[in-house]
């Protein structure tokens, strides 16, 4: 057999593996005479056969010039720099009186020498080919499918087809939600069936594509996570107030961030004109446009008010989010937390009462904060909660003689009780509306002025709350004044048969409103402003009944210190002018810190002599 080696050492050169295939068939045409048989004997292999038989690790290649689709043919390199076309063969050898071990490893190891420097110049004719198995993670041939026209992220996150809420992905192709990504998914069987591939976890906030299943990894989809969830640094939240650039959305149109209409499902317009006022609100803004101010909030097991806060902070990041993809945005997860929360007081198809949704509202969100009577407790204490003390005394029987009178007003029940309450909002009274036509057959629409509707609480003004047992005076003196003041326009009124409305309007102005004059002297020296600019205006339009009249709000854009009309979708510039003429309902002012009061700090005993104008009028018309 050695000397069968060294006779084909030139076939070991241009071909190791017809070198080994030789051998081989030698050993087994030894194997068939029974004498070699006997005298067979199993050796060690050599150290060039274990180099061709040890599996080496999987590294593909393929001639350049082959086509890629021949990949799955290529076998393993071996060291010589040959690729082998078949698997690799144990090769059994056996130890001859002829032959001499030590003399074939010296043999075979020097064709292997021989043949290495071909193999060297072999390496230039083949490249890598792509493993099937590597990453496409971040080269993914269907990301030009995304269509951003199509992506809402405002509605509530329920699979299209299941209506789940669990593990619910959105399609970037068509917009729908569809739940999981399993072969027996929703989300797998659109992707088969549409050829949409390009899902994303709306909970996890991953991309993926199916039905190949992997996920995308690609700093272009990075916008449609920021319209996804909106996040606000410090910086930026403190340049809001200042700022009057335009953003453009993806459709071309430009909006103000803030000023963006709501969409109108159905008859929820009295809770848009809300939102979008308090979303105007700087201090309850800021707080809400960072998460980390209420995520870490702790509520008891399965509440759910604390829904409320959560939607509420997702609505106003989407309202001032500046990379919007449309300039609209839908409540519909704010408004279907707010009819789950209210046990269905508030729904989306009936229209309600303002002042009633927003009274419920900012206590909702007090409540599910962990408020408490602290003024400071939570932030909607801090920015809307003031003071107020009432002093309530019984009305004496008009049929009794007046020495019975005078027993009476000695007793505990009919002396004059004070309480100090905390108040939300204050509500003003405006006078009855004329009941007949004047001389030219016309209605005369009633004007009030804004000041004198606040003479009901300078603290001597006193009106009687009449109950179905007795009737009582009250009046009023506020004690503090909060950062925003909101008033509340008595429009409606109820009797056994029809509810009717006021059309009175109010003269206001909406600069420096001075409310100190309201302020009881000690109190008034403790303030260190007292004086006010109206920020928000809500006002009903049309019949007092439910469904008949329409709501739209003025809001203030303080960064270009213009005025905006909202109703609904609609949103236009009005002039500061035409704001008074409109029949407002409520009413939101902000407290200017640069107007100092100018009786602070002085002793009030010094002021007790004087008395406000408004209170002298008051006190007057009371007696």
């Given at each position: 057999?050695?000397?069968n080696?060294?006779s084909n050492?030139?076939?070991t050169?241009?071909?190791p593996?017809?070198?080994?295939?030789?051998?081989?068939?030698?050993?087994?045409?030894?194997?068939?005479?029974?004498v070699?048989?006997?005298?067979?004997?199993?050796?060690?292999?050599?150290?060039?056969d274990?180099?061709?038989t040890?599996?080496?690790?999987?590294?593909?290649?393929?001639k350049?010039?082959?086509?890629?689709?021949?990949?799955?043919?290529?076998?393993?390199?071996?060291?010589t720099?040959?690729?082998?076309k078949?698997?690799p063969?144990?090769?059994?050898?056996?130890?001859?009186?002829?032959?001499?071990?030590p003399?074939?490893a010296?043999e075979?190891t020097?064709?292997?020498k021989?043949?290495a420097?071909?193999?060297?110049?072999?390496d230039d004719?083949y490249?890598a080919?792509?493993?099937p198995?590597?990453?496409?993670?971040?080269?993914?041939?269907y990301?030009?499918?995304?269509?951003?026209?199509?992506?809402d992220?405002?509605?509530?996150?329920?699979?299209?087809?299941s209506?789940s809420?669990?593990?619910?992905?959105?399609c970037?192709?068509?917009?729908?939600y569809?739940?999981?990504?399993?072969?027996?998914?929703?989300?797998?069987?659109?992707?088969v069936?549409d050829s949409h591939?390009v899902?994303?976890?709306?909970?996890?906030?991953?991309?993926?594509?199916?039905?190949?299943?992997?996920?995308?990894?690609?700093?272009?989809?990075?916008?449609?996570i920021?319209?996804?969830?909106?996040?606000?640094s410090?910086?930026h939240?403190?340049s809001?107030d200042?700022?009057?650039?335009?953003?453009?959305?993806?459709d071309?149109?430009?909006?103000?961030?803030?000023?963006?209409?709501?969409?109108?499902?159905k008859e929820?317009?009295?809770c848009?004109?809300i939102?979008?006022?308090?979303?105007?609100v700087?201090p309850?803004?800021?707080?809400?446009?960072?998460?980390?101010?209420?995520?870490k909030i702790?509520?008891?097991?399965?509440?759910?008010?604390?829904?409320t806060?959560q939607?509420?902070?997702?609505?106003?990041?989407k309202?001032?989010?500046?990379?919007?993809?449309?300039?609209h945005?839908?409540?519909?997860?704010?408004?279907?937390?707010?009819?789950l929360?209210?046990k269905?007081?508030?729904?989306?198809?009936?229209q309600?009462?303002a002042?009633?949704?927003m009274?419920?509202?900012?206590?909702?969100l007090?409540?599910?904060?962990n408020?408490?009577?602290?003024l400071?407790?939570?932030?909607?204490?801090?920015?809307?909660?003031?003071?107020?003390?009432?002093y309530?005394?019984?009305v004496?029987?008009?049929?009794?003689?007046?020495?019975?009178?005078?027993?009476?007003?000695?007793?505990d029940?009919y002396?004059?009780?004070?309480e100090e309450?905390p108040?939300?909002?204050?509500t003003c009274?405006l006078?009855?509306?004329?009941?007949y036509?004047?001389e030219l057959q016309?209605?005369i629409?009633?004007?009030?002025?804004?000041?004198s509707?606040?003479?009901?609480?300078?603290?001597?003004?006193?009106?009687e709350y009449?109950?179905?047992?007795?009737?009582?005076l009250k009046?009023f003196q506020?004690?503090?004044?909060p950062?925003?003041?909101?008033?509340?326009?008595k429009?409606?009124?109820?009797?056994y048969?029809?509810?009717?409305?006021?059309?009175?309007?109010?003269n206001?102005p909406?600069?420096?409103?001075?409310?100190?004059?309201?302020?009881?002297?000690?109190?008034?020296?403790?303030?260190r402003?007292?004086?006010?600019?109206?920020?928000?205006?809500?006002v009903h339009?049309?019949?007092p009944?439910?469904?008949?009249g329409?709501?739209?709000?003025?809001?203030?854009h303080?960064g270009?210190?213009?005025?905006?009309?909202?109703?609904?979708l609609?949103?236009?510039?009005?002039l500061?002018?035409?704001?008074?003429?409109?029949?407002?309902?409520?009413?939101?002012f902000?407290?200017?810190?640069?107007i100092?009061?100018p009786?602070?700090?002085?002793?009030?005993?010094?002021?007790?002599?004087?008395?406000?104008?408004?209170m002298e009028?008051g006190?007057?018309?009371d007696?």
């Open positions: 057999m050695a000397e080696v060294e050492d030139h076939d050169q241009d071909n593996m017809r070198s080994i295939l030789k051998r081989r068939k030698k050993e087994e045409e030894s194997e068939e005479n029974p070699k048989s006997v005298l067979k004997k199993p050796r060690t292999l050599s150290q060039d274990k180099e061709v040890t599996p080496q690790p999987r590294s593909i290649l393929r350049k010039s082959d086509n890629a689709n021949e990949n799955s043919k290529v076998t393993p390199k071996v060291e720099g040959e690729t082998v078949t698997s063969v144990k090769i059994k050898t056996e130890r001859t009186s002829d032959s001499s071990p003399k074939k010296s075979e020097r064709s292997s021989a043949a420097p071909k193999a060297a110049d072999d004719d490249e080919v792509q493993d198995k590597v990453d496409r993670s971040r080269s993914c041939p990301l030009d499918t995304i269509n951003r026209s199509v992506l992220f405002d509605f509530e996150k329920l699979c299209s087809v209506l809420h669990i593990n619910v992905y959105a970037l192709v068509c917009g729908k569809f739940q999981g990504r399993g072969k027996l998914s929703h989300a797998y069987t659109h992707s069936l591939h899902f994303l976890n709306l909970l996890t906030q991953k991309f993926y594509c199916l039905p190949d299943n992997y996920q995308i990894i690609d700093s272009s989809l990075d916008d449609i920021y319209v996804l969830n909106p996040t606000f410090n910086e939240i403190a809001l200042s700022s009057s650039k335009l953003s453009r959305a993806y071309g149109t430009t909006y103000l961030p803030g000023i963006v209409g709501l969409n109108n499902i929820n317009d009295y848009n004109v939102l979008q006022a308090l979303s105007h700087t309850l803004r800021n707080f809400f446009l960072q998460e980390d101010n209420y995520k702790k509520r008891p097991p399965g509440d759910q008010m604390f829904l806060v939607r509420f902070g997702e609505l106003l990041r309202l001032w989010n500046p990379r919007n993809f449309k300039a945005v839908s409540p519909h997860e704010m408004l279907q937390a707010v009819v929360c209210s269905k007081k508030f729904q989306i198809t009936e309600g009462d002042l009633e949704f009274s419920w509202f900012l206590n909702a007090h409540l599910a904060m408020g408490t009577k602290k400071n407790s939570t932030i909607v204490n801090k920015t809307f909660r003031g003071k107020m003390r009432v309530t005394r019984k004496l029987p008009i049929d009794l003689k007046e020495e019975e009178k005078e027993k009476l007003l000695l007793t029940e002396l004059e009780h004070a309450i108040w939300l909002y204050l009274d006078p009855p509306p004329p009941l036509p004047d016309e209605n629409i009633p004007q009030v002025p804004f000041a509707l606040l003479t009901k609480f300078n603290g001597v003004s006193e009106k009449k109950t179905h047992k007795d009737s009582q009046r506020i004690t503090r004044l950062n925003f003041l909101i008033i509340f326009i429009r409606f009124t109820k009797n048969f029809i509810k009717e409305k006021n059309p009175t309007i109010v206001f909406i600069k420096n409103i001075d409310f100190g004059d309201l302020l009881a002297p000690e109190h008034r020296v403790l303030h402003n007292t004086t006010y600019d109206l920020m928000a205006n809500i339009d049309g019949e009944e439910r469904g008949k329409t709501y739209r709000v003025h809001v203030l303080k270009t210190q213009k005025w905006y009309e909202m109703q609904d609609h949103v236009t510039d009005i500061p002018q035409m704001i008074p003429l409109s029949e407002s309902y409520i009413q939101i902000e407290l200017r810190k640069d100092p009061n009786v602070y700090g002085k002793d009030p005993v010094e002021l007790s002599g004087t008395l406000p104008e408004s009028v006190k007057t018309a007696t």
